[in-house]
Nanobody, 126 residues
Framework: QVQLVESGGGLVQAGGSPRFFCAAS????????MGWFRQAPGKEREFVVG????????YYADSVKGRFTISRDNAKNTVYLQMNSLKPEDTAVYYC???????????????????WGKGTLVTVSA
């Protein structure tokens, strides 16, 4: 059983820099590639960023590249999403996701995540 719990959402002003956390209750956290997705109001869920099991490889959506940074601490079973220069269009529910993989399989990170958190909402005010 894999449980992912996100935290860090809330109301943020445009230009703000919140940090999201995702705590994973799972054996062998270091066997999982991790990622963040988001779903804006009235839109489909979209990929934001993925990271390999070791943290050595990342893959970002163009919309967040240069503004968001993913990281992980395998000793703490936690993955982070540092968000900078937030824009109102970043308003969404942000989901943490995981899949067992020790390959840099970007397609799988985008389309093949197996486990999902319940999400945390960030609202960016102009």
């Amino acid at each position: 059983q894999v449980q992912l719990v996100e935290s860090g959402g809330g109301l943020v002003q445009a230009g703000g820099s919140p940090r999201f956390f995702c705590a994973a209750s799972v054996r062998s956290f270091s066997s999982y590639a991790m990622g963040w997705f988001r779903q804006a109001p009235g839109k489909e869920r979209e990929f934001v960023v993925g990271m390999s099991w070791s943290g050595g490889s990342t893959y970002y959506a163009d919309s967040v590249k240069g503004r968001f940074t993913i990281s992980r601490d395998n000793a703490k079973n936690t993955v982070y999403l540092q968000m900078n220069s937030l824009k109102p269009e970043d308003t969404a529910v942000y989901y943490c996701a995981a899949t067992i993989s020790r390959y840099n399989d970007y397609a799988r990170w985008v389309h093949g995540m197996d486990y999902w958190g319940k999400g945390t909402l960030v609202t960016v005010s102009a």
